[in-house]
């Protein structure tokens, strides 16, 4: 794709909604405040097409964390190793080294969690030198793994793209791995699962499988009980139309899919699915960005366009763009901040935006296509899709953006990606180093007055420029101080945060126009900015109330029939058009349900032991909204009884595992088994919708106790009943070994053989020599050796040896050993006699030379016995011996082999 290079700037931020009026100005300062950021590619196998170094950021605290796939982190001057996350200072942007994990692989999502932890995804593979899979918990105050988090992802190509903690308690993970765990076994997986981000605990009924692929965006609806995934697969649960875009209902299942989405008509190569981003929104707008070059701004109620952003190079507009081309780059990651929702792309030319859908190579034939240029980072105003034209950072490079994060602290959006510098052309243009921080150019709005505050602007005052439409703006003014060379306009909605709306200098009048928030309260203030950069405190101005002035329903009352099916009915109120009822679960999140005309709304029916609370919402023709009003009262279908399952058999079938089968009882959805081994603790074997188990294959001499429970839809169970027999895996009894033979071979290699016996598995060959103890010599399998034979090494001595075998059960026992016959010895050839041997006068004894052989030479004297004179080694053929004249000698040699045998002596002459 694109190549990344590496910044951390810290340039102006806008906060909040479109600016529709003038006089404004450059909402940025391009300064550079810190030059740390990272360098230097890391091992990532799943993201190896891109030079993308940094791919999340996110916060806890004053501490940035920064996770994507480098090695180093630097400041130009400064490097040190700190592979795929490093931890940055949210004031000033400088690199923390207290903060020394040791990560195996890329790191892409963070999402900091309610009890103070850090969820961090991606590869990662090791933490801290232990092997992890794809998610970790940490304390972000040291780095550690969170004590007791055994939740893990693993399998497949082992990564997680997106984290996200939504309003249902839940965190939703999304990428590609086959398997998860919370610490009690293995459960497959299809690359997205939802967990509590405290215990761990793993939704097991929401598992969707995304096939063929990976999920790299997920956002759960505001409006109804469905969480969006977006990514590059093919199907979803074997439904092909939910290629790169599904929603998932809360069982799991597929409820939208691609195709009832207006996508661009990219049909014709194999990414036009590949989508990168999903964001859902409480205004209904469902927004998906991808591969195509585009962003979708849909309705989430029927998937019809609310509005479409094509990025491309427009040839009659840019000379760097080839003809007829149109390229763009993908749409890659969405935040959604207060009022704005921003978008990162690899795209640094035009940008098209229409209300209709536009032509995937040609954009401009669109009919009311408004155009505008674009480098990587835009923002658009959440309640109506329409660009923020003031926010323009001037980004230059070549991969974008991966990442971004607002610190609510002082306003600063930190986007991470493939940035190579930043700054308006032909001003300053800072070096980048992968990781952006664009601040507000005066600072956040001031929470205190600073020391010796410079005046303040005085008489500032808001109000609609026509109270009859307030699409016409609002208007902000007040009186400039003598010396001030600028006034700041911030803005809170709803009672938010204040953030930067516009700035205006002299001489330009002390007037501000833009079009308040609709639906809600905006609260307006103002500072001056003065030459020595000194900012005032914010004088309040006022507020603009927009919110709907229509009149809730009321006297809302729900029932039950007898089939479990609720309704719920209301006065109406006045100038409602419409009503939206929500309904919330055991006191959890309200989610929306329906909408209709009438003063009437019939549910889908209960789920039996559940509580269920129904709000109901009145709805104007423009839009505007009363309420909601509770409906009375709570509604409850009490669960039937759950009667337990009886006559629980339990039998070994052919192939050794254990067969249970039971009549079902009454009201159970499923039925779950358990085990105990040789009177053991009993544990959980699996579950069932049917009323029949297959088990694993049943070990030899072991004794089974198997149980089943009864499980209602509820969750409660009945207690478990045991099923008869217990099961015994009998020991087949081990045949008789009775006789075994050895045989002495060429070269005297020695080989074993036996008659195999009924059910052993082995057999163990022992050996003795002299009589001694028996040492083992080797085993042969049963299934191994169907001639039943050991061949053993060659004997080298004249030892006399003695071979046993013994047979070894099915269960491990051994049987008495049986001696093989016969005894084996090594017999040796006999030695030769030296038949020719002389005399000399001088006593030298000399004989034909035998050179294998040393040779021992005897003497007798006047016929007495003889006597050892000495030993000489072969090769040699005489000895010099000394003697008396007075004295008669016979002289006789004998042969010695090297094993110490003697032969017969040979007569000297």
Known sequence: MRQHKRLLLFIG??????????PAFAEFSSTPQTTWGVQTKGASNTIAQWDALTWAVDQVDSTIFIGGNYLEVTNGDQVHSQPYLAAFDADTGRWQSWFRPQVGDAVFAFQPTPDGGLLVAGEIGEWNGLTRGALVKIDPKTGDLWPGWNTRAYGGSSVIRDLSLEADGFVYAVGNFTTVTSGNGPIPAGGAFRFDPITGAIDTNWLPSLENGTGWGVSRSKTQAVTYIAGFFQSVNGDATARGFVGIDDAGSVTANRDAIPFNGCTTWSYCSQLYDVEATEFGGL????????????????????????????????????????????????????????????????????DEVMAHTRPEDTPNTVHSTVDALMAFDVATAERVGSFRPYLTGTSGGFGMHVNPDDGCLWATGGFQSYGQPGGPQPAARDVVRICDEAGPAPHSTPVAAPPTPEACSVSLVDPADPSLGASVTWTNAPTSVGTIIYRSVDGGGSYWRGRVDPPLPSEFVEVPALNSISSYSVLHVYPAGQRSASTPCGLVDLTPQLAPPSACAGTVDSQGIPSVSWDPGNDATAFIIRRSVDG?????????????????????????????????????????????????????????????????????????????????????????????????????????????????????????????????????????????????????????????????????GWQQVENAQRYVVRRSANDGPF?????????????????????????????????????????????????????????????????????TVSWTDLIAFDVVIYRSVDGGPDYWRGRVSSGSSSFADTGSPTASYSYSVVVVAPDGRRGDPGICT
């Open 775 to 843: 040492y083992w010599r080797g085993s042969v399998n049963a299934d191994e050796a169907p001639d039943a034979a050991f061949f053993d090494a060659p004997l080298s001595d004249t030892r006399t040896y003695v071979y046993s075998v013994s047979a070894i059960g099915l269960d491990g026992t051994t049987a008495t050993p049986v001696e093989c016959a016969p005894s084996l010895a090594v017999v040796p050839p006999p030695l030769p006699v030296i038949t020719t041997c002389t005399v000399s006068p001088d006593y």
């Open 13 to 22: 931020f806008l906060g909040a909604a479109i600016l529709v009026a003038t």
């Open 588 to 752: 959890g999140p309200a989610y929306w349900r329906g909408r209709t005309a009438e003063t009437t709304f019939i549910d889908t029916a209960l789920t039996p032991g559940r509580n269920y609370d129904y709000t109901v919402t009145a709805q104007a023709a423009d839009g505007s909204t009363a309420g909601p009003v509770p409906c009375d009262p709570t509604l409850t279908v009490e669960p039937p009884e759950l009667i337990p399952p009886s006559a629980c058999t339990a039998t070994i079938d052919l192939d050794g595992r254990a067969a249970l089968s039971w009549d079902a009882g009454s009201n159970a959805a499923s039925f779950v088994i358990r085990r105990s081994v040789d009177g053991g603790t009993a544990y959980w074997r699996g579950a069932t919708p049917t009323t029949n188990f297959s088990g694993a294959i049943l070990e030899i001499g072991r004794t089974y106790a198997y149980s089943v429970s009864a499980k209602a839809a509820d969750g409660n169970t009945a207690p478990p009943v045991p099923c008869n027999p217990t099961l015994i895996v009998e020991v087949p009894q081990l045949g008789l070994l009775t006789s075994c033979d050895a045989t002495l071979l060429v070269d005297n290699v020695v080989a074993v």
């Open 287 to 354: 927004w998906v960005a991808g591969v195509e070059h585009a962003l979708y701004v849909v309705d989430e109620g029927d998937g019809s366009l609310i509005k479409m952003h094509y990025s491309g190079c427009d040839p009659t507009r840019n000379a760097d763009c080839l003809p007829n081309n149109w390229y763009g780059g993908e749409f890659q990651e969405l935040e959604r901040v207060g009022d704005r929702v921003y978008a990162t792309c690899h795209c640094w030319y035009d940008l098209f935006s229409a």
